[in-house]
């Protein structure tokens, strides 16, 4: 175990074979949100997925570490923005409008918008579009433009990545370098309730549907999230306090900020946030053929759902075996259940939050992974962060008396 100069958290797996396999994910500090930086290959060459971007006051976080790479390896086979909170997609906000001065680059990037959600069947047929997704979706749309490359949601069928219950599996994409990616959620159900409250976020946020230079007027008055450009070690002087104007207020709350988190005594998987209902989720594995690493990146998503594409995958009874679970919604109660935890067999517990604002994780969240780990082995708890809502898990009599092990940054990161 040995400290790293980035703040993040690393769990880093060499895989056994008759190739140099190498997988490693870091949980970057992305403050009460999620930056997930992931990467895999075979000793020769190194592929990258990065997952959500954090608010904005983190980006400088995600900045600094892609500057770490060289510039010609600056990047990714793939972009995931799992959904429309502000804690998961400020910080890629930040980073398209960086990309160029970064020679930053995207294979794939994944995000279902108002184009994708307008191409979801609807009974009640009516285009509707929110602020979020209107916003990113004009980024992706630079990106397309400017790199002459198209990339948004490349990979699914009609470009949706959404899971259509009629069909008989799940959907699938495999990577380049043998990585292969299993959509677990959003259904097209969960899209279309998201669709249908964005009417309101466009009114109260008094954008209309479509409308690119209200869109760019409003992105450029918003202080919270300018682009940094190419120097390393610019400063930033945002913290982690709420918007401090009315643009980036306005911005905040229609980027999903704010409204509607369960209280810690709620019930188990009882979240009914519409944007958390959308999110993107995968089960990773790695390598495709074989697998020997097999993770489930959940975003914020809904148990329910995940509960119901795992029953897509697992015979009655079984569990799915798992080298690591990156807890829904920071290790919300709303978003962990029994049902979710009785068809999985888990080695390691990744959560991903300072506990800043919903002072996540709950303790009831992760007093249920303890009581509900089947092993083999103890459960291994990975925090990205030391605080006041994490530290009651680093207590080394607690974890011996209770079988269990927990991991937190050592000075500035944890690494394996």
Same mark, same amino acid.
């Given at each position: 175990?040995a400290?790293?100069?980035r703040? $993040?958290?690393?769990l880093?797996?060499d895989?056994k ?6 997988f490693r ?11 997930l930086?992931?990467e ?6 190194v592929h990258r /997925?990065?997952?959500?971007?954090? #608010?904005?006051?983190?980006?400088p976080?995600l900045r600094e570490?892609i500057? =770490? ?10 972009l995931v923005?799992? =959904? ?6 400020e910080?890629?906000?930040r980073l398209?409008?960086d990309a160029?001065?970064?020679? &930053?680059?995207f294979? +794939? /990037?994944?995000f279902?918008?108002?184009d994708?959600?307008?191409?979801? %069947?609807d009974?009640?047929?009516?285009p ?18 400017r790199t002459?490359?198209a990339?948004?949601n490349?990979?699914f069928a009609?470009?949706?990545a959404a /899971?259509d219950?009629?069909?008989?599996a ?5 990577? #380049? ?8 959620s959003p259904d =097209?159900?969960?899209?279309?309730e998201?669709?249908? !409250? @964005?009417?309101?976020?466009?009114k109260?946020a008094?954008? #209309?549907?479509?409308?690119?230079a209200?869109?760019?007027? +409003?992105?450029?008055a ?10 390393l *070690?610019?400063?930033d002087?945002?913290d982690?306090? $709420?918007p ?8 905040a709350d229609?980027?999903?900020g *704010?409204?509607?988190? %369960?209280?810690?005594?709620a019930p ?7 944007? !958390?209902g959308?999110?993107i989720?995968?089960?990773?594995e ?9 993770f ?6 809904w148990?329910?759902?995940?509960e119901?594409?795992?029953?897509r ?8 075996a ?7 919604? =920071? ?5 962990i259940?029994? #049902? ?5 067999? &888990?080695?390691n517990?990744?959560?991903s ?12 969240c ?5 009581k509900?780990?089947?092993?083999p082995g103890k ?8 605080t006041s809502?994490?530290e009651? @898990?680093?207590?080394?009599a607690?974890q011996t008396?209770? +079988?269990y092990?927990?991991?937190h940054?050592k000075g500035l990161?944890?690494?394996f």
């Amino acid at each position: 175990m040995a400290a790293d100069a980035r703040s $993040a958290t690393r769990l880093h797996a060499d895989l056994k074979g008759s190739i140099a396999a190498m997988f490693r994910i870091e949980m970057l500090p992305a403050a009460h949100g999620d930056c997930l930086w992931i990467e895999y290959g075979d000793g020769r060459e190194v592929h990258r /997925i990065l997952i959500d971007g954090g #608010p904005a006051h983190a980006y400088p976080a995600l900045r600094e570490r892609i500057l =770490h790479l060289p510039a010609g390896e600056r990047r990714f086979d793939l972009l995931v923005i799992t =959904h429309i909170d502000a804690d998961h997609i400020e910080g890629v906000v930040r980073l398209l409008l960086d990309a160029e001065a970064l020679d &930053c680059r995207f294979e +794939r /990037i994944w995000f279902n918008g108002r184009d994708q959600l307008n191409a979801v %069947p609807d009974p009640a047929g009516e285009p509707l579009g929110g602020v979020q997704g209107e916003l990113l979706g004009m980024l992706i749309a630079d990106y397309e433009q400017r790199t002459g490359q198209a990339v948004h949601n490349l990979g699914f069928a009609g470009a949706l990545a959404a /899971i259509d219950r009629k069909d008989a599996a799940l959907p699938v994409v495999e990577l #380049p370098g043998a990585c292969r990616l299993t959509l677990l959620s959003p259904d =097209h159900e969960r899209l279309l309730e998201l669709k249908d !409250n @964005w009417a309101k976020e466009l009114k109260a946020a008094r954008v #209309p549907s479509g409308d690119i230079a209200k869109l760019r007027e +409003r992105l450029a008055a918003s202080r919270s999230l300018r682009p940094l450009g190419d120097v390393l *070690g610019a400063d930033d002087d945002l913290d982690d306090n $709420a918007p401090d104007d009315e643009t980036d207020a306005d911005l905040a709350d229609t980027l999903g900020g *704010g409204t509607g988190e %369960p209280g810690a005594d709620a019930p188990f998987g009882g979240d009914t946030s519409r944007a !958390n209902g959308s999110s993107i989720a995968l089960l990773l594995e790695y390598p495709a053929g074989q697998p020997e690493v097999r993770f489930l990146l959940t975003g914020d998503a809904w148990a329910p759902v995940l509960e119901a594409s795992l029953d897509r995958l697992l015979a009655p009874g079984a569990r799915l075996a798992l080298d690591g679970f990156k807890l829904a919604h =920071h290790g919300s109660v709303a978003n962990i259940s029994e #049902p979710l935890l009785a068809r999985l067999q &888990c080695a390691n517990y990744l959560i991903s939050t300072n506990g800043a604002i919903f002072h996540h994780p709950h303790p009831r969240c992760v007093e249920l992974l303890l009581k509900s780990h089947p092993g083999p082995g103890k459960p291994r708890l990975h925090f990205n962060y030391l605080t006041s809502t994490t530290e009651a @898990w680093s207590r080394k009599a607690d974890q011996t008396a209770r +079988r269990y092990q927990a991991f937190h940054p050592k000075g500035l990161s944890l690494g394996f």
